[in-house]
């Protein structure tokens, strides 16, 4: 593995690598890393436009599949524009609040869309108007996870008045499939605000592994194909606690 560049910020300390192998897979690969070890996006260099992560290959099917005549997207988190990349002729607005990053995925990973915003995605979503946005995707982490701010009711409950009819919620979080406090009240707390929700995340050898966990809320019934979802499988969360600004988990 080779240092191709290492950049401190105030949220974080960020690296980006090449590598002839990334989760198993041989080939050419150079990805963005935070302190936390955690790949925040990765390229094939000898294929630029696959898709290398799981993850977001399945986001890009449910947004396919639900509301495939999107047009619309406000994105929390941009790591190296994987997403927002994959659909150049769509209306993305990208919020990302290190400009570290930003700099980072033009740099060593071909971004160069001006569709960027950088500050906190919550603030920025709320400069939105209503009813306007087809998709948002929450893929936002600091060293503490998903920040806490971006899971509760009354954030769920802007998400909601922003969305379309036919619009949708996709958050990637990072838990476990069983007992996990956090990922449950999340999930809980989405489903006071919106009538359909769907949880689904990658295989794993043990229950106590922590793994990619796509959560989407709707306004209307969820469509997708198990087939296209990149190895990801429908879970069940268990129940949790609503979370709330004035409350947030400890």
């Not at 080939?27 to 898709?51: C, E, T, Y």
Request: hydrophobic share 40%; glycine share 6%; aromatic share 10%.
């Amino acid at each position: 593995m080779y240092l191709l560049a290492a950049e401190s910020s105030i949220h974080d300390e960020i690296s980006v690598y090449e590598a002839t192998q990334l989760y198993g897979e041989q080939g050419k690969f150079r990805f963005l890393q935070f302190s936390d070890h955690a790949v925040q996006g990765a390229m094939d260099l000898n294929h630029p436009k696959r898709i290398v992560l799981e993850y977001p290959r399945a986001i890009i099917h449910l947004m396919d599949n639900h509301a495939p005549t999107f047009e619309r997207v406000f994105i929390i988190g941009h790591g190296i524009g994987t997403i927002a990349g994959h659909y150049p002729k769509k209306r993305f607005t990208v919020a990302e609040i290190d400009a570290k990053v930003v700099e980072l995925s033009r740099s060593y990973f071909n971004y160069d869309m001006d569709n960027i915003r950088v500050g906190d995605g919550r603030e920025l979503l709320a400069n939105e108007a209503g009813q306007t946005l087809d998709y948002i995707i929450l893929d936002a982490f600091t060293k503490k996870g998903t920040p806490l701010h971006l899971t509760s009711l009354e954030f769920f409950t802007m998400t909601h008045q922003k969305l379309s009819k036919q619009g949708a919620l996709i958050m990637n979080l990072m838990g476990k499939a069983h007992n996990d406090k956090l990922v449950n009240a999340i999930h809980t707390t989405l489903r006071e605000i919106y009538a359909f929700s769907k949880a689904f995340m990658l295989p794993s050898e043990s229950a106590a592994d922590i793994r990619n966990i796509i959560v989407m809320g709707s306004h209307t019934p969820i469509q997708w194909q198990a087939r296209e979802m990149a190895g990801f499988y429908e879970i069940e969360l268990g129940q949790g606690h609503i979370i709330r600004d004035t409350q947030p988990i400890k």
